[in-house]
Nanobody
Framework: QVQLVEGGGGLVQAGGSLRLSCAAS????????MGWFRQAPGKERAFVAAISWSGRTTNYADSVKGRFTISRENAKNTVYLQMNSLKPEDTAVYYC???????????????????WGRGTQVTVSS
């Protein structure tokens, strides 16, 4: 059973940067696509970024393109989200998730991810 634990969240001023990490336990991490989602108060969970099992393919929400970068190190069972030029509207709880299904394309739909971490809070002050 794979377990996911996020870290790296915190309070940052607008324009600043944070790097989130998601550490996975279990033997099969490198087989799965991974995604980052976020949920702001009163809003639904929203897709942020996804990465294929190999790391060769990535996908981003339009709102973060050019500012966020998803990456992974399979040898360390870890996926990262580098967040630059942060804005107050990026404030949310950020979750990593794994998609254990074989798909032709990376999914941006939360219901297609079947394992979730507990989240890490990111707060961007103006």
């Amino acid at each position: 059973q794979v377990q996911l634990v996020e870290g790296g969240g915190g309070l940052v001023q607008a324009g600043g940067s944070l790097r989130l990490s998601c550490a996975a336990s279990g033997r099969y991490f490198s087989n799965f696509a991974m995604g980052w989602f976020r949920q702001a108060p009163g809003k639904e969970r929203a897709f942020v970024a996804a990465i294929s099992w190999s790391g060769r393919t990535t996908n981003y929400a339009d709102s973060v393109k050019g500012r966020f970068t998803i990456s992974r190190e399979n040898a360390k069972n870890t996926v990262y989200l580098q967040m630059n030029s942060l804005k107050p509207e990026d404030t949310a709880v950020y979750y990593c998730a794994s998609d254990t299904h074989k798909r032709l394309e990376l999914s941006g739909r939360a219901y297609e991810y079947d394992l979730w971490g507990r989240g890490t809070q990111v707060t961007v002050s103006s």
